[in-house]
């Protein structure tokens, strides 16, 4: 079973910044979009940012718009998310996640917005604390 492992959560000050990694244990696809989720607490769980390979397409939450970056390392089979001027209600559990797609042609025709939905699978999350 595929596995996600989050990593670079933290506790920082309001107008900080954090950068968080997601490593899988192997392959997921020739296909795929990795997704970071998060929930804070009394919350749902809501969609950061996603980002496709091959390539690259991305989203954001209109929240983290200017301010978050996802970015991947194929090198390294990283996905991060890097996070500036962070505010405290950007404190939640981070999660990253993904989503095999079984053919090329099925990863281009979904829409942007769409690519991170009914993920496969899950990592266990990494805390984020922003203070003010």
């Known amino acids: 079973q595929l596995q996600l492992v989050e990593s670079g959560g933290g506790l920082v000050q309001s107008g900080g910044s954090l950068r968080l990694s997601c490593a899988p244990s192997?392959?997921?696809?020739?296909?795929?979009?990795i997704g970071w989720f998060r929930q804070a607490p009394g919350k749902e769980r809501e969609g950061v940012s996603c980002?496709?390979?091959?390539?690259?397409?991305?989203n954001y939450a209109d929240s983290v718009k200017g301010r978050f970056t996802i970015s991947r390392d194929n090198a390294k089979n990283t996905v991060f998310l890097q996070m500036n001027s962070l505010k405290p209600e950007d404190t939640a559990v981070y999660y990253c996640?993904?989503?095999?797609?079984?053919?090329?042609?099925?990863?281009?025709?979904?829409?942007?917005?769409?690519?991170?939905?009914?993920?496969?699978?899950w990592g266990n999350g990494t805390l984020v604390t922003v203070s003010s």
């Open positions: 192997g392959y997921i696809s020739d296909y795929y979009a």
């Open positions: 996640a993904a989503k095999r797609y079984r053919s090329l042609a099925g990863l281009y025709i979904t829409d942007n917005q769409a690519m991170c939905r009914d993920m496969d699978f």
């Open positions: 980002i496709s390979s091959p390539g690259s397409r991305t």
